[in-house]
């Protein structure tokens, strides 16, 4: 594969990857209660304004990512190629944690649509 189809991919990945890890942060900002529902195998009813935090904040790392593969001369088979890495990234992040099963199938689920909406804004922007 050359280097101008490789770069895309690449880049689109490590702004999920980036994003998501300061979302991650700010989202801890809010106390030590915030990420108390990670460690646990169901999701509590207290919990879920930041389950949707989190997974808005995943999302919209998943679309950004899109924007930035696409910017970087990605078509939209690289934009899906993110998605299916990032989807792999989470599948096995989900095999070595504890997480509400919840959370990981509605994560699976968004993050190739929020991946191709951001190649999507991007290409009608151009």
Do not use: E
């Amino acid at each position: 594969m050359k280097l101008r189809k490789i770069i895309p991919v690449v880049g689109g990945f490590f702004t999920i990857a980036l994003l998501s890890s300061v979302f991650a942060r700010i989202q801890g900002a809010f106390g030590p209660s915030a990420n108390d529902w990670l460690g646990q195998a169901v999701i509590h009813r207290s919990a879920i304004p930041f389950v949707a935090l989190k997974l808005s904040g995943l999302f919209l790392s998943c679309s950004l990512g899109g924007i930035v593969s696409t910017r970087l001369g990605g078509t939209r088979k690289a934009s899906l190629l993110v998605g299916v890495i990032t989807s792999l990234m989470i599948g096995w992040l989900w095999f070595h944690t504890v997480h509400p099963i919840g959370f990981w199938i509605l994560l699976l689920l968004g993050v190739i649509p929020s991946v191709w909406a951001g190649y999507r804004m991007s290409t009608q922007t151009l």
